[in-house]
């Protein structure tokens, strides 16, 4: 009887974790892990989003690709970006003169790709994404992608809304957007999708939260920078305006809501003006170390995910596919593979082992580092620079830093890693640099025409 007796009192807590949720994945732009509130820091105030932490878990060791297409195209396809050659910001920019010739990078994810939008729209959602997209031009934006109702909005303005108005704000402009979706569905299953140009270059904010931050007190060791800290409040107060509409529809219950970043932190503009810092981590966007790559994120889901809780286990955006196509109850896309695994079990457990413990990334591409590929198994990375043949090795567990280079002292960790790192490749089919024949040492810092550093 006693079975029995258990099976009783579990039953409804199992149904309630069956039951598909509302999603809405929030999306910044070059937010650093070191940006929020939540994550250490003073100066930058992002109360909203540290309320999600606090009621919900809050991700230590979550990676994205380390620019913004890689990331926006491993996350909509459950696939490492390196198999459709992604690998770069569409369109990328070339450095005609630098010791390597970069494979050119694809215009558009193809639309043979089945996108988790189109899953869970099988499974009976309703999807809506609006925002940044950077995945294709005309036929190829997510309207082409299993997002039925869809807006890409760029930058971080907009036109007035009435004329002789002032400019509008991107993320006030998205939260309306937002709240009106979610009101529309309130009364079925949805799928929302709200991807902000914030934090993104040229930086701007409104006059009001450019006085704040120029008044305030600057944070020793971090640069403080007013209209970064104002641009970071303005998508806090969006994402405050979403869980408003949420809490205020009465489905917060029934709504799981995802923030992640596209990739790490821009510390330095075009121009050399430092305007944020990833430290502790080492690096910055279009890296492969730790400040390139790994990302704030936290997942809110009354009931369902623990309030107050934290994951240390290394994860990755290629993972939102599978999670949420198991959470829907949705079929997974058929006669290709998903990199990413599930973390429906990590969701309601932050302890859950993953059937996984290698992840990888390849920028075979010049961007604020040369190219290269990386691997992390377990605490150990292994970074390898294709100009040179450099590996770097570094113990994450104990230097997250990446200060010591570890390499020479374990030859043999790096050689099987080398090894791993290469295969993987292969599997992949990545794409590599090869010799640049017009190779000038001096113009290899040169842009090419016509092209633009993301």
């Given at each position: 009887m006693r079975p029995l007796l258990l099976l009783f009192f579990l039953c409804p807590l199992l149904c309630a974790f069956s039951a598909p949720p509302n999603v809405i994945l929030i999306l910044a732009d070059d937010l650093g892990y070191a940006d929020l509130g939540c994550y250490g820091n003073t100066f930058n105030e992002t109360?909203?989003?540290?309320?999600?932490?606090?009621?919900?878990m809050r991700f230590t060791q979550f990676y994205a690709g380390p620019v913004c297409s890689p990331t926006r195209c491993n996350l909509q396809s459950g696939q490492d970006q390196a198999r459709f050659g992604i690998t770069q910001h569409i369109p990328g920019h070339k450095r005609p003169f630098a010791k390597l010739s970069d494979p050119v990078v694809p215009l558009q994810m193809p639309l043979e790709v089945e996108t988790f939008a189109e899953c869970l729209a099988k499974a009976g959602y309703r999807t809506g994404y609006f925002g940044k997209w950077h995945l294709g031009g005309a036929g190829f934006g997510p309207e082409a992608q299993g997002w039925q109702v869809a807006g890409e909005i760029k930058g971080n303005t907009q036109p007035p809304a009435v004329k002789g108005g002032p400019p509008q704000r991107t993320a006030e402009l998205l939260a309306r957007k937002a709240v009106e979706f979610i009101h529309a569905h309130k009364s079925s299953l949805f799928l929302l999708q709200i991807s902000h140009a914030a934090v993104h270059i040229p930086l701007s904010t409104t006059p009001e939260l450019k006085a704040k931050y120029e008044k305030k007190k600057p944070v020793p060791g971090y640069p403080s920078h007013p209209e970064y800290a104002g641009l970071t409040e303005e998508l806090d107060q969006s994402v405050g305006h979403i869980v408003e509409a949420v809490e205020r529809a009465g489905i917060g219950e029934n709504t799981l809501i995802l923030f992640l970043s596209d990739n790490g932190g821009l510390e330095h503009e075009q121009s050399g003006r430092v305007v944020t810092s990833n430290r502790p981590l080492r690096g910055e966007k279009g890296t492969l170390y730790e400040g390139g790559i790994r990302i704030p994120a936290i997942a809110r889901w009354p009931g369902k995910v623990p309030a107050g809780s934290r994951c240390d286990t290394p994860l990755i955006t290629m993972d939102v596919l599978p999670t949420l196509v198991e959470l829907g109850a949705a079929a997974m896309p058929k006669s290709r593979p998903c990199d990413g695994v599930s973390l429906a079990?990590?969701?309601?457990n932050p302890a859950a082992t993953l059937a996984r413990d290698t992840l990888h990334w390849h920028l075979p591409h010049y961007h604020h580092s040369t190219p290269a590929s990386a691997m992390r198994t377990g605490d150990w990375k292994l970074i390898e620079f294709f100009e040179d043949g450099a590996l770097e090795l570094y113990n994450l567990k104990n230097d997250p830093g990446e200060q010591k280079n570890l390499a020479t002292m374990e030859p043999?960790?790096?050689?099987?890693?080398?090894?791993?790192?290469?295969?993987?490749?292969?599997?992949?089919?990545?794409?590599?640099?090869?010799p640049n024949p017009r190779h000038d040492p001096a113009r290899a810092m040169e842009l090419g025409k016509g092209r633009r550093a993301e």
């Open positions: 109360p909203h989003i540290d309320r999600l932490a606090r009621e919900g079990a990590v969701l309601r043999a960790r790096v050689k099987a890693m080398h090894a791993g790192l290469q295969a993987w490749r292969t599997e992949v089919n990545a794409r590599m640099p090869v």
